[in-house]
């Protein structure tokens, strides 16, 4: 059974530094594309970026290039998103999910529970 | 950025209903769309990709249609689980936008 379990809530000041994980199991790691998505509170759902831990190849949306890393540890199975100064507007909730397709259809079929972001003075 | 537009923005309905929601892209995406069901409080929920294509374990009730700019979510016989919100997204080009989400409420 695929798995993707994201890191704990995350309460943290404007201009901190901060790094969430999501750990997979459960199918090989670095054979599948690794994605993020925000969602901030009451709104919809926004495609921030992937990653495929076989290589690290990563692609990020434009909206969030330069905004946000996106990482992996295939030794851990884990990825990563990591802000390096983090402002109030990065206050969403954000999942992992893995991002499936045979070539050409694309889509996440394997979502992690969420991480919550809080960022306020 | 191809944008993608969902109508209704809510909807209310009740059980037993047959409810259809529609997604529009800003330029054709072929059949590189797919559906999501979010319930309050969940992760998202991969429902169709391809346009039509079932996920495994979805119920037959769920289906996709259409190609190019125009896409539809049809579901046959409304259940109490099925009150959530529902979002499109095109798989054609980065980024991969999805849609502002149709939120299904009980009538």
């Known amino acids: 059974e695929v798995q993707l379990v994201q890191s704990g809530v995350e309460v943290k000041k404007p201009g901190e530094s901060l790094k969430i994980s999501c750990k997979a199991s459960g199918y090989s790691f670095t054979n599948y594309w690794i994605g993020w998505v925000r969602q901030m509170p009451g709104k919809g759902l926004e495609w921030m970026g992937i990653i495929y831990p076989g290589d690290s190849d990563s692609r990020y949306s434009p909206s969030f290039q330069g905004q946000v890393t996106i990482s992996a540890d295939k030794s851990i199975t884990t990825a990563y998103l990591q802000w390096s100064s983090l402002k109030a507007s990065d206050t969403a909730m954000y999942y992992c999910?893995?991002?499936?397709?045979?070539?050409?259809?694309?889509?996440?079929?394997?979502w992690g529970q969420g991480t919550l972001v809080t960022v306020s003075s | 950025d191809i944008q993608m537009t969902q109508s209704p923005s809510s909807l209310s309905a009740s059980v037993g209903d047959r409810v259809t929601i529609t997604c529009r892209a800003s330029?054709?995406?072929?059949?590189?769309l797919n559906w999501y069901q979010q319930r309050p409080g969940k992760a998202p929920k991969l429902l169709i990709f391809a346009a039509s294509s079932w996920q495994s374990g979805v119920p037959s009730r769920f289906s996709g249609s259409g190609s190019g700019t125009d896409f539809t979510l049809t579901i046959s016989s409304l259940q109490p689980e099925d009150f959530a919100t529902y979002y499109c997204?095109?798989?054609?080009?980065?980024?991969?936008?999805f849609g502002q989400g149709t939120k299904l409420e009980i009538k």
């Open positions: 330029q054709s995406i072929s059949s590189y």
């Open positions: 999910a893995r991002w499936r397709g045979d070539g050409y259809y694309f889509y996440f079929d394997s």
């Open positions: 997204q095109q798989s054609y080009g980065n980024p991969y936008t």
